[in-house]
């Protein structure tokens, strides 16, 4: 028997402990530093990409460098090279400054790296991420049976939700896929959907042109007469509807579509009903704002990101449904190398992913420091800061065109500020706060949002100063 020692490990990939606390706590006070920065500075990239592809080009990875000298080199192009979420003056999409419990979360789970494909590997991750998806299922009102799990984001969700509808919808989906049924798939939702969806038909092979997008009312909310006719034509052309779907919470205005409309429309055609709350989820952690949400109970499934509003860092949403059946149903396989096998409880046999990064800590510590409460305290504190906009951006002259409870503002600038697009990139091209441009019932609008849950008055004043300045 060979009774040599092995070689030691790699010493820049696998540091002594005296390096890696030397390591960790100066990179700690370097992310600091840089927040502080990155904080006070412009919110819009303003490196220079030339040459940031030249000095990339330079890391052709023959020679080892210091990892300290990588760790300031990347630290200091990030500073500078993506739209900075954690600027309080980033008022753009829903992406939200991390809070700092997450962000812990991510260094525990990078650090024990557990493979969350199997409860026999994984007992206590699995264990702790099923029981924050039972306590959202409970907040929505999905009762004590409602199951779940955690998702890369709401694309990946919202594709399970279809495979569910799909698998629900005839008994010989799983083995014959799209041939199972006697005509062409149909699904609906809101033409002011997320337009992932059609990624996600085509994924689910049932191709683009099965998605049918139903007309808004006037308000950017889906119309339910327009779906019961939609539905109903599609049955008269010989089409196979399996899934409705209502959005709370939609991407350009933050209309929640009519849950109870579209649950009864629903119910009464025998399919799938679909809430897809990616951001609007998270007033279910407000007392206060829970009512806007009134219907969402009734879902067959519901799509959450935490990664948006409950402001976790980025890749971090659920799927949550009281049809666990069907999840067992939709993704089961069988092998002989996992360590365990048990439909309803291993991720592998539930979840689209096989091999998947322990998500749901992230929220975990977020909920396990702020309760309810103060996670509900933060949307609401969102919900706020919209108002005092509004209230800044009316008194300027300009015109409101969305009613949304929650934190999305829709505006559209008087005549001598020019048009909304254009103001959009004097805006953003200075630097000073970031906004996008959004079409809302057919009006180029100034879409606003609070995604940061440290952005003040001072941040709003800067806001409103840079919509508020001629060209």
């Not at 980033?90 to 409860?119: E, H, K, V």
């Not at 939609?230 to 399996?242: E, K, M, Q």
Request: proline share 6%; hydrophobic share 45%.
């Amino acid at each position: 028997m060979n009774q040599r020692s092995l070689p030691d490990p790699i010493p820049a990939l696998f540091p002594k402990t005296p390096d890696r606390d030397r390591i960790g706590g100066w990179l700690q006070l370097e992310l600091e530093q840089s927040l502080r920065r990155v904080q006070a500075g412009p919110v819009a990239p303003n490196l220079d990409m030339q040459r940031f592809r030249a000095e990339l080009n330079g890391f052709d990875f023959n020679e080892p460098q210091p990892l300290e000298d990588a760790l300031r080199w990347t630290i200091e192009r990030m500073e500078h090279g993506i739209v900075q979420m954690a600027n309080p003056r980033y008022f753009g999409l829903f992406n939200p400054g991390a809070n700092f419990p997450s962000q812990c979360a991510d260094r525990i789970a990078g650090c024990f790296n557990p493979q969350l494909a199997s409860s026999a590997s994984s007992p206590v991750p699995v264990a702790l991420e099923s029981h924050v998806i039972s306590k959202l299922a409970h907040r929505a009102g999905l009762g004590s049976e409602a199951t779940g799990h955690f998702a890369t984001g709401g694309s990946e969700a919202n594709y399970t939700a279809l495979l569910c509808a799909l698998t629900g919808a005839h008994a010989n989906f799983s083995d014959q896929g799209a041939r199972a049924f006697a005509g062409p798939v149909r699904f609906y939702t809101s033409r002011d959907c997320h337009i992932a969806w059609l990624k996600i038909a085509h994924q689910a092979g049932i191709g683009r042109a099965a998605l049918c997008l139903v007309d808004t009312d006037g308000r950017g909310r889906l119309d339910p007469a327009a779906l019961r006719q939609a539905i109903a034509l599609d049955r008269a052309a010989g089409a196979v509807p399996v899934m409705v779907v209502a959005t709370a919470g939609t991407t350009a205005g933050g209309m929640i579509d009519p849950l109870h409309p579209c649950a009864d429309i629903a119910k009464q055609e025998g399919l799938w009903f679909h809430v897809d709350a990616a951001w609007g989820g998270a007033a279910l952690a407000s007392n206060r704002l829970r009512s806007v949400l009134d219907g969402i109970e009734r879902a067959d499934s519901l799509t959450i990101d935490a990664h948006k509003w409950f402001a976790t860092t980025m890749g971090c949403a659920m799927f949550i449904t009281g049809r666990g059946g069907l999840l067992s149903e939709a993704f089961h396989a069988s092998t002989s190398f996992m360590p365990s096998s048990i439909p309803g409880v291993d991720p592998y046999l539930n979840t689209v992913q096989w091999s998947r990064r322990f998500l749901g800590l992230r929220l975990f510590l977020a909920l396990a420091a702020a309760g309810w409460t103060g996670m509900g305290a933060h949307v609401e504190r969102g919900v706020e800061v919209i108002e005092r906009v509004r209230q800044r951006l009316i008194a300027s002259g300009w015109e409101i065109a969305n009613d949304s409870p929650l934190a999305v503002l829709n505006a559209i600038p008087p005549a001598h500020l020019g048009s909304a697009r254009d103001l959009v990139r004097r805006v953003v091209a200075s630097g000073r706060a970031w906004v996008a441009p959004a079409l809302f019932e057919g009006r180029d609008v100034v879409r606003i949002c609070a995604t940061h849950g440290e952005t003040g008055m001072d941040d709003v004043n800067a806001l409103i100063a840079a919509l508020n300045e001629r060209s």
